[in-house]
């Protein structure tokens, strides 16, 4: 009903547990937003078959469950954010269309939890993951920057004179480079190597 009300969104289906899977391949939405607990099967499992299917939809995870495993597992299985219930309902609609755009969503708490609940695993990682970002290019850092701020492809374009498939080649490049699959891993991997923090120092 929430996103109903939005005149440039249309919710082209609602299914649950099993029907889920065919719903999208019949629908092929844009978007998903996908419970973790539904009859038949969990949303974590359905997330990885979903994100199997030719021409995938952007998923985002809309749960009221947001333990610390529930967030790293479905961000490692290619969720593009994940939202709790309590979101706001104006701010909704205005999510997933960043979600449509190319956007990350997190909730505050969701970020919380992976920045500080899980940690690097020791030196060895820390300097894999730092080594990882130095492959990056002066441009692919700052563009780097931009999408862990959860910046469209326009957005980032717009903030420093690209177009947007040029930010969309510099993406491309940069999850190529850090070995990871979607923009929101690469946001984590930005943090933890602490590219945000020197971003910020750099522009106080």
Known sequence: MILSAADDIEVVATAQG????????????????????????????????????????????????????????????????????????????????????????????????MLHSHPLNGPAADNEEAARVGRLTDREREVLVLVAQGLTNADIGARIHLSAGTVKDHVSAILGKLRVASRVQAALLAQRSGLLDASRRGNP
């Not at 998923?59 to 593009?80: H, P, Q």
């Open 18 to 113: 099993a029907e889920a899977l065919e719903t999208v391949r019949r629908e092929q939405p844009d978007v998903m937003l996908l419970d973790i607990r539904m009859p038949d099967v969990d949303g974590l499992t359905l997330l990885r078959q979903v994100r199997e299917l030719p021409d995938a939809p952007i998923v985002a995870m809309l749960t009221t469950f947001d333990t610390d495993e529930y967030i790293v597992t479905a961000l490692r299985s290619g969720a593009a954010g994940f939202l709790l219930k309590d979101t706001e309902p104006d701010q909704l609609a205005q999510l997933v269309r960043s979600l449509a755009a190319g956007g990350v969503v997190m909730s505050p708490k969701a970020s919380r939890s």
